[in-house]
C-alpha cells in the first residue's frame, strides 16, 4: 500500500511539473498530438518521454504495437487522476506543495553532484606510478585474483579515478561550507524534540 501511494504521489508531481511547462509552453502543432484527454494534449514527445521511462526495452521486441497502447493507458489514467486531484485542489495543500518542494530539492542536488562527480572524474589522471603502487600494496590474495600486474592495469587505474574524484567532490563539497556563512540558533534548537510526543505522534516537535 505504502508503495502503491508514494508511485502515486511520484506520478502526481511528475505529472503536475509537465503540465506547468506545457502551460508555459507554445501550444504543439495538431499534427503532433496523438491524444486529448478533456483539455490536455499529449505530444509525440510526452509519449515518448513516457515510453523510455516505463518500457525503454520491451519497445524493441515484437509486440511493440501492444506495449504502444499500454503506455497510452498509463498516459490517460495519470492524467485523469491528476485532473481529478486538481479539482479538488489537493495541488494547493500545504502538505502537497511541501512534498512537491523536497523532491525539487532531491531531484536538484541528485543533478548537481551528478554534474560535478563527471567533472571530476574527467579530470582525475592515474600515473603509471601510482597503479604500481596500489598493485603492490594488495594482498597476495587479491594479486592472485586479478591476475598479473599487466592484466588488472585497466580495473585498478578506474578504481584510483573514482576515488580520486570522489575525494575532489568531498574537498569541493567541504569548500562550499568553509566559504559559506552558516549561523545555529542553538537556542531554539534545543526547544526541538525528536521522537514520540505525549500524544502519540512521532517526528519532530517543539515543547
Known sequence: ????????????????????????????????????????????????????????????????????????????????????????????????????ENYWKQALIKSLAVKKGEEFLAASEVSDEEIKAEYDSMSKEWQAASGPHGQAVAQIRERLRMKKARDAFERWNAGLKNSAVIKKREDVLKGVKIGTSESGNGGVYEE
Open 1 to 100: 500500500m505504502d508503495r502503491l501511494i508514494k508511485r502515486c504521489n511520484f506520478v502526481m508531481v511528475m505529472a503536475l511539473v509537465a503540465g506547468l511547462a506545457m502551460g508555459c509552453a507554445k501550444k504543439p502543432d495538431k499534427s503532433r498530438i496523438v491524444a486529448e484527454i478533456n483539455n490536455y494534449q499529449v505530444t509525440i514527445d510526452d509519449f515518448r518521454q513516457k515510453a523510455r521511462m516505463t518500457a525503454p526495452n520491451m519497445l524493441l521486441e515484437s509486440n511493440a504495437e501492444k506495449v504502444k497502447g499500454q503506455v497510452m493507458e498509463d498516459i490517460i489514467n495519470e492524467e485523469l487522476l491528476l485532473q481529478e486531484a486538481q479539482k479538488m485542489k489537493l495541488d494547493k495543500d500545504k502538505g502537497f506543495m511541501r512534498e512537491i
